[in-house]
Nanobody, 123 residues
């Protein structure tokens, strides 16, 4: 089983940037593809981005692909989500996720979740 711990959230003004981190641990973590979701107040949790541990293949939600960038550092067992040009509508709890599904299938099949990190964007 893989364990996930997010960090990097906070309060930021619109137009600013944040980098979220997700540290993964566990004996089998390298068999998982990784992703990020977010859950805004009054809305359903939505998929944001995913990345493979192997060749770095990525997948993004259409609504964020121009401003969000997912990356990983295999040596540190860490996945990152760079968020640029933040908007108030980006305010949400951001969750890291691990999946044995493909990168494009991750959005429908998550094996493990982190505890979430709050991102709040002020206008």
């Amino acid at each position: 089983q893989v364990q996930l711990v997010e960090s990097g959230g906070g309060l930021v003004q619109a137009g600013g940037s944040l980098r979220l981190s997700c540290a993964a641990s566990g004996r089998t973590f390298r068999s998982y593809n990784m992703g990020w979701f977010r859950h805004a107040p009054g809305k359903e949790r939505e998929f944001v981005a995913a990345i493979s541990w192997g060749d770095g293949t990525t997948d993004y939600a259409n609504s964020v692909k121009d401003r969000f960038s997912i990356s990983r550092d295999n040596a540190k067992n860490t996945v990152y989500l760079q968020i640029n040009s933040l908007k108030p509508e980006d305010t949400a709890v951001y969750y890291c996720a691990a999946s044995r599904a493909t990168v494009t299938g991750l959005k429908w099949n998550v094996s493990a979740w982190g505890q979430g990190t709050q991102v709040t964007v002020s206008s």
